[in-house]
């Protein structure tokens, strides 16, 4: 069967995660202490022990979920036929294709959650997840709120199911029209920032500098990118795409549809939580799809 590896993005973490692969592999404390040193702080126990007050914050949450996901990818020893990351897990899924180390990639994703973290203090905004609605219904919502403030479709997970982003009041807004126009549910997502938006443009400008210092090579299997569903292996797309994703959609449903079409039959989800496999089942209900994040799971699929 031909498989891919997915990586999950924020809202997948947890107290806790990834302290029994820390305990059980050699090659998973290496990374975890590496991570450490990178980051100029105890990421273990941010990750192991919380508070989940702090493991919440974007500058955080990023490099958690990354190292993990990295950390279950080679413990899987999977050769993979493709892989795809959801927005922050981009990354995860181009150093298991061998486009970054690992080392280059967290110095990278530090720097964006930082980045994302002070664009959302500098441009205050917000997230809303939208639940049974079509795409074309949550961007006519959008331009009917543009008047209130900046809104627009952040993340188009699965039907039905998207969420919007912009500043507080175009998102009020824009919640409103939607109920307005009977969608069973529109929430507000605890997020600090408006991800995948316009007002994360500092973000997206202080990164493209850091973006072209850092190495970035050609990739051993197609990742399929958020910007724009589609695989890619050359080093100068994937450059492009990553400073790209910051402030455009998350094009999620687009790239697992895109997986299937071109042959994809196993998919296994690498890193904390299970939501990519959820999002999966309502994408094809016929995809084979696994999520392995403990070490429990990775005996289990050994």
């Known amino acids: 069967m031909k498989t891919a590896l997915l990586f999950p993005g924020q809202a997948s973490q947890y107290v806790g995660m990834g302290k029994d692969l820390h305990d059980n592999h050699d ?26 007050e702090e493991l919440k914050q974007t500058k955080y949450t990023q490099p958690a979920i990354f190292v993990h996901s990295v950390v279950m990818a080679e413990l899987l020893g999977i050769a993979p036929d493709a892989a795809a990351g959801h927005s922050l897990g981009e990354y995860s899924a ?9 080392e280059d990639g967290l110095r990278l994703v530090k720097k964006r959650g930082e980045l994302m973290q002070e664009s959302g203090t500098r441009s205050p905004g917000t997230m809303a997840a939208v639940i049974g609605a079509e795409a074309d219904l949550v961007d006519e919502a959008c331009r009917e709120a543009a008047s209130a403030g900046i809104v627009q479709a ?3 997970n699965s039907p039905g199911q998207i969420v919007i982003s912009g500043s507080i009041e175009g998102v009020d807004r824009a919640m409103e029209v939607l109920k307005a ?20 443009q500092y973000a997206q400008d ?3 500098a850091v973006l072209d210092a850092t190495p970035i090579g050609d990739a051993r299997f197609p990742v399929y990118t958020n910007v724009t569903g589609l695989p890619v292996t050359a080093a100068a797309d994937i450059r492009i795409n990553l400073l790209k994703q910051v402030t455009s959609p998350v094009l ?8 299937l079409a071109d042959g994809l039959e196993r998919f296994i989800e690498s890193g904390p939580g299970n939501v990519l496999q959820g999002l999966m089942k309502r994408i094809s209900a016929d995809a084979s799809c696994l999520a392995v994040g403990t070490h429990e799971e990775l005996m289990l699929l050994k």
Do not use: Y
Request: net charge neutral; proline share 4%; glycine share 8%.
């Open 27 to 52: 090659r998973a404390r290496e990374l975890f202490d590496a991570a450490n040193e990178i980051m100029g702080t105890d990421l273990k126990q941010i990750c192991f022990e919380g508070p989940a």
């Open 94 to 102: 181009l150093v298991t294709a061998g486009a970054l180390t690992f």
């Open 154 to 156: 952040a993340n188009f």
């Open 181 to 200: 126009k009977g969608v069973r549910l529109v929430k507000k997502l605890p997020v600090s920032g408006a991800f995948h938006s316009p007002l994360m």
């Open 206 to 208: 202080e990164l493209g």
């Open 252 to 259: 999620w449903q687009n790239s697992m549809e895109q997986m």
